[in-house]
């Protein structure tokens, strides 16, 4: 690359811990594998072949249809079905600022990319990647990780929708970090050189290599060492201290209505009675930790920006020791926003196992308690709530900091893809030129235009009365 790009702060000159990651089995396999490398070979022609369909230059294009349906409208027909009470305070949380709205309108950009065209390569989305969709988790043995940890939107789908919505959230995001347009086109192109060179990585480790790998460190003044430190001080005592206050003799959550009410009566009683059919989606070593603990209070919460509207509920559960707590979020899950643009998924009969095979499928560490159930014939999901999670503050993404994200983000999404789909495909095609790099920019920046555009609509809209916002909420 030339002097001057984003390169000048690839990866020799971010350190970082990386678990599984080495060169030496890929290059033992190529000297005794001689069939192997054969065929990875031609994988990954088959793959620079799709340049003819589609060449890296054109995934550049955004121009908005004439066709194009009025996002407010679309926006609309998503949220059928949700809270009302509930939907002022997610657009006021959108109209705060065109991140806010992005983070809020994942439907409208589906529909977007849906018109598009692709390459025809497809993965396991996350459908909904952008700077804070992730963080740091605890895993099992309690070591934190940084990975991808929104799933709700994910489907089977074109590898391209990831890597365009996370550009742009690049852009917007950066810009309200007070980050010129040209850092935030840097870190663009940086994000897709680091998504090219790691794919090109996992696509040589071995399968079990690849399982493996994972982030869990890297020093504290880089944005993912930032979130992992803010983990380690999200404690369940913590959980405890936000969300609930001291009753007679027992712990009740606090009412600080709409975004935390407590629950009680006949759906007190069925969010428990999810909660005993969820347990049979846990695998059947975690049914004695399950067992362990018992519910004693029920909370709906909203949280987010895309998820508010949905019902969702925390369950504060005790187990026998003292101070032994266990949060649990059971989180409805309609149908992804792809879901009208892609082949549906067989063997999936609920929207939160969707979800969960999902995250498991992208993420090299879940959460032990993910799974998931029906209450009232709504799905959900169920998981820990806020075990050592923390995400990236977008304050804190300008300079430098902007830029090692991007190349994180780009390292972790390529992970992600190569575990499901073809990493010698998509090598293939993607290349070792900056050509992707350059696209990627170009549509970052123009797709953030037309995020400000909808955004002013939004404002527009909200300020002739036609939507209402509940704002500072």
């Known amino acids: 690359m030339a002097s001057g790009r984003p390169s000048q702060i690839a990866r020799s000159q971010i350190p970082w811990r990386e678990e599984g990651c080495s060169r030496c089995e890929a290059v033992r396999r190529r000297q005794s594998g001689a069939g192997r490398f054969e065929a990875f070979v031609e994988r990954r022609s088959a793959g620079r072949a799709l340049r003819r369909r589609l060449s890296r230059s054109e995934q550049a294009f955004w121009r908005a249809s004439p066709r194009r349906p009025d996002p407010l409208e679309t926006l609309r027909a998503i949220q059928r079905g949700r809270l009302e009470e509930i939907l002022p305070v997610k657009y006021g949380r959108m109209a705060a600022s065109p991140f806010g709205y992005f983070r809020g309108a994942a439907c409208v950009m589906a529909a977007d990319l849906a018109g598009l065209p692709t390459t025809g390569i497809h993965v396991q989305i996350c459908g909904d990647a952008h700077v804070s969709n992730l963080g740091a988790y605890a895993a099992p043995d309690g070591h934190l990780v940084f990975d991808i940890n929104d799933f709700d939107e994910s489907v089977h789908g074109p590898w391209e929708w990831d890597l365009k919505r996370l550009a742009t959230s690049f852009v917007l995001a950066g810009r309200e970090a007070g980050e010129p ?3 935030c086109g840097e870190a663009v192109e940086l994000l897709g050189e680091s998504y090219r060179q790691s794919l090109e990585e996992f696509a040589e480790m071995s399968a079990l290599q690849l399982f493996r790998y994972q982030i869990r460190s890297m020093p504290g003044g880089t944005p993912v060492g930032a979130a992992l430190r803010k983990a380690e001080r999200e404690t369940p005592q913590r959980t405890l201290q936000k969300l609930t206050v001291a009753g007679r003799g027992t712990l009740r959550f606090a009412n600080r209505p709409p975004l935390l009410t407590p629950v009680s009566g006949e759906l007190h009683r069925q969010l428990l009675g999810g909660l005993v ?8 070593d975690r049914h004695p930790v399950l067992a362990a603990y018992r ?6 919460k909203a949280v987010g920006v895309g998820s508010l509207g949905t019902r969702d509920y925390v369950v504060l559960c005790e187990g026998s ?12 899950e309609p149908p992804s926003c792809y879901a009208p643009f892609v082949r549906s998924s067989t063997g999936i009969i609920n929207q939160g196992q969707r979800v969960a095979r999902a995250q498991h499928r992208m993420q090299t560490i879940s959460d032990p308690f993910l799974g998931w159930t029906t209450i009232s014939g709504r799905d959900y999901l169920v998981r820990q709530l806020a075990d050592h999670k923390a995400a990236i503050a977008t304050e804190d993404l300008a300079g430098r900091a902007l830029r090692e994200y991007a190349y994180v983000c780009g390292r972790l999404l390529a992970k992600a ?12 095609y993607c290349g070792a030129s900056d050509k992707l790099d350059a696209a ?7 797709y953030a235009e037309q995020t400000n ?5 939004l404002l527009r809209a909200i300020r002739g009365g036609r939507v209402r916002a509940r704002k500072g909420v």
């Open 417 to 428: 893809h190569a575990r499901t789909g073809d990493p010698a495909v998509l090598t293939g």
């Open 295 to 300: 519910p004693v209070a029920v909370a709906f």
């Open 453 to 457: 555009a909808d955004h002013a609509s």
């Open 277 to 284: 059919r969820y347990r049979e989606t846990v695998s059947e």
């Open 181 to 183: 347009d040209r850092g």
């Open 321 to 332: 020791a003292p101070n032994d707590l266990l949060f649990l979020q059971v989180k409805e």
């Open 440 to 446: 990627l920019r170009k549509f970052a920046v123009a």
